[in-house]
T-cell receptor, first 119, second 113 residues
Framework: GAGVSQSPSNKVTEKGKDVELRCDPI?????LYWYRQRLGQGLEFLIY????????KSGLPSDRFSAERTGESVSTLTIQRTQQEDSAVYLC?????????????????FGPGTRLTVL | GDSVTQMEGPVTLSEEAFLTINCTYT??????LFWYVQYPGEGLQLLLK?????DKGSNKGFEATYRKETTSFHLEKGSVQVSDSAVYFC????????????FGKGTKLSVIP
């Protein structure tokens, strides 16, 4: 079946512009995550959505970053007034649930990422 | 806070060579440990996992053992193939009630014929 998809695959923008990154999770997955990977670094957690619960935004690096999710479907990560340090690969993942129920882990399925370059 | 440290890459091996990629971690509580793999042009995929001390995760000929005493989860494979060329990420999920993954920086493996 279809995996997690992200668009665009590459985005080049000028400093100060706003960008929107899109994630389509696997159908039926209630949990959705955004991560960022800067060059030479590991993945950094940004934000987590679980069903209709309030999202965990604790990983967002500044108020220029925001994300929305419509129900249990598409999510959009928006970066306003982009800076050069925002250049990174932005990865989205989804899972059937957070894995909290019963203590079992539900694998996170990752999309291919969006490579953002801010000039 | 939680962190994962894995060996710097890139690593270049000849086909059929033995592979070890070291991974150590620091975490509060009792984490679950994972290895993810990213093949060229593809998304991250879970390769194997271990949820408690002395557990051995294995998949596609790769193995890693959860060593609590040394806080390590080294990835090994006895005989690598060209198709194993990828970037490998070690990750942890903190104990019960946690959901986010903490990743290492990744190790790029290139296997040459």
């Amino acid at each position: 079946g279809a995996g997690v998809s992200q668009s665009p695959s590459n985005k080049v923008t000028e400093k100060g512009k706003d960008v929107e990154l899109r994630c389509d999770p696997i159908s039926g997955h209630t949990a959705l995550y955004w991560y960022r990977q800067r060059l030479g670094q590991g993945l950094e957690f940004l934000i987590y959505f679980q069903g209709n619960s309030a999202p965990d935004k604790s990983g967002l690096p500044s108020d220029r970053f925001s994300a929305e999710r419509t129900g249990e479907s598409v999510s959009t990560l928006t970066i306003q007034r982009t800076q050069q340090e925002d250049s990174a690969v932005y990865l989205c993942a989804s899972s059937p649930s957070s894995g909290l129920a019963g203590g079992s882990y539900n694998e996170q399925f990752f999309g291919p990422g969006t490579r953002l370059t801010v000039l | 806070g939680d962190s994962v440290t894995q060996m710097e890459g890139p690593v270049t091996l000849s086909e059929e060579a033995f592979l070890t990629i070291n991974c150590t971690y620091t975490a509060t509580g009792y984490p679950s440990l994972f290895w993810y793999v990213q093949y060229p042009g593809e998304g991250l995929q879970l390769l194997l996992k271990a949820t408690k001390a002395d557990d051995k995760g294995s998949n596609k000929g790769f193995e890693a053992t959860y060593r609590k005493e040394t806080t390590s989860f080294h990835l090994e494979k006895g005989s690598v193939q060209v198709s194993d060329s990828a970037v490998y990420f070690c990750a942890l999920r903190a104990g019960a009630g946690s959901y986010q993954l903490t990743f290492g920086k990744g190790t790029k493996l290139s296997v040459i014929p």
